[in-house]
T-cell receptor
């Protein structure tokens, strides 16, 4: 089944460093999204990149999409303690209603 | 900023009992969703709802589950006879357009504990 799989499963970095998370999926998509989930909270949408786009920026976030490799990456620059959370990539197939989430990357920013 | 609200935040129920989880989507949104997240696992799609009917559902969403939009604001998920494996966080989401065309906005979830 189509599924986003994030890599690494967990990541710890020093505050101020950049964090990179990767996502791979299996079938063609309409778009790919990244969400953040703080502990015990709901998911917060970060960024959406369509299948015909290759790169997108939003503040300190940079997302790339390579449809030939069926992969995406999320880069968080100049990380802050508040960035500590789980990050999920999520894919949407054409004409689908649902979002398919991956298992997520747990990011921990060390002070 | 408008947000999706869910009640209760935590529901404890005896196995076999019925439970209703409530959600108030963002007011001008047209598409509504339920997802669940079993502890330590990924978020799984349950059902999408548009124009007062189910538009898509997963294999998890069996006959024990139902959804309803009883009035112009609430969106509910009912589990008729709960099982232990129904214990999970249940998230409601809404969006202005279909599926992933625009971001889905999530509530903070209801933690359902089945005893």
């Amino acid at each position: 089944s189509q599924q986003g799989e994030e890599d690494p499963q967990a990541l710890s970095i020093q505050e101020g460093e950049n964090a990179t998370m990767n996502c791979s999926y299996k079938t063609s998509i309409n778009n790919l999204q990244w969400y953040r989930q703080n502990s015990g909270r709901g998911l917060v949408h970060l960024i959406l990149i369509r299948s015909n786009e290759r790169e997108k920026h939003s503040g300190r976030l940079r997302v790339t999409l390579d449809t030939s490799k069926k992969s995406s990456s999320l880069l968080i620059t100049a990380s802050r303690a508040a960035d500590t959370a789980s990050y999920f990539c999520a894919t949407v197939m054409n004409r689908d209603d649902k979002i398919i989430f991956g298992k997520g990357t747990r990011l921990h920013i060390l002070p | 900023e408008p947000e999706v609200t869910q009640t209760p935040s935590h529901q404890v129920t005896q196995m076999g009992q019925e439970v209703i989880l409530r959600c108030v989507p963002i007011s001008n949104h047209l598409y509504f969703y339920w997802y669940r997240q079993i502890l330590g696992q990924k978020v799984e799609f349950l059902v999408s709802f548009y124009n007062n009917e189910i538009s898509e559902k997963s294999e998890i969403f069996d006959d024990q589950f139902s959804v309803e939009r009883p009035d112009g604001s609430n969106f509910t998920l009912k589990i008729r006879s709960t099982k232990l494996e129904d214990s999970a966080m249940y998230f409601c989401a809404s969006s202005l357009q279909r599926g992933g065309a625009q971001p889905q906005h999530f509530g903070d979830g209801t933690r359902l504990s089945i005893l």
